[in-house]
């Protein structure tokens, strides 16, 4: 198999990846028809547990966000290689606008952004690998709740705020992970009131409860 399609394989399924250090014979094919085939039941999967009715998917953009994680991950396994395709490839992601079917699409793969995010800062904190990561974070804030210090701007948020699916995805996630510090833009932490109402001492970790006291 692929080694591409083996790693949209074992991540959908496992959440686990294993890539070689070392690639043998022709590159990855990241527009195979097994590719699409993953990331369309992907997708299906995702819109059995939504609130409410996802975007859209656009495949070619999900394809976009899986080739971005694979060469993260391949990256994470030898840092030692060049990451001028890994840069390549999150300046093509951030030339999109964050609207709602974008921001869906690219969360298919993106989604595991924060788990890698975290494995990579173990081993160190400020290279080059990092600083990409944390500008992939920036531009895409509703894949990347839990990792840390990532000030993404209103702006990436304002286009798929008003979907209700994602906004509350969005919600349940920071509350899953306690992320007061996504609650510094105010819509963001008048949703987190709203779907607390009453019960925030019940429902609130301790970083988000301290975040709606000031």
């Given at each position: 198999m692929a080694t591409f399609v083996q790693f949209l394989s074992d991540l959908f399924e496992i959440g686990h990846v294993s890539l070689p250090v070392?690639?043998?014979g022709e590159g990855p094919d990241f527009a195979s028809l097994r590719a699409m085939e993953l990331v369309?039941?992907?997708d299906q999967t995702l819109r059995l547990s939504s609130a409410g009715s996802l975007p859209a998917l656009e495949t070619p953009v999900a394809l976009l966000g899986c080739q971005c994680l694979y060469l993260s991950c391949?990256?994470?396994v030898d840092r030692t290689r060049p990451d001028n395709e890994l840069d390549r490839c999150v300046h093509e992601i951030g030339k999109l606008s964050p609207t709602p079917t974008t921001v869906h699409s690219l969360d298919v793969a993106l989604a595991f952004l924060p788990d890698l995010h975290a494995h990579a800062r173990q081993l160190a904190e400020?290279?080059?690998f990092?600083?990409?990561?944390?500008?992939?974070?920036?531009?895409?804030?509703y894949s990347s709740v839990g990792v840390p210090e990532n000030e993404s701007t209103w702006d990436r948020f304002a286009p798929w705020w008003d979907d209700v699916s994602l906004r509350m995805g969005y919600v349940d996630r920071l509350?899953?992970?306690d992320?007061?510090?996504?609650l510094r833009h105010a819509p963001v932490a008048e949703a987190v009131k709203s779907a607390l109402g009453m019960r925030v001492?019940?429902?609130a970790g301790d970083s988000v409860r301290a975040r709606l006291a000031t």
């Open positions: 070392i690639d043998k369309a039941s992907r391949r990256l994470f400020d290279d080059g990092m600083r990409i990561l944390d500008q992939l974070a920036r531009q895409w804030p509350l899953a992970r992320e007061g510090a996504c001492e019940e429902l």
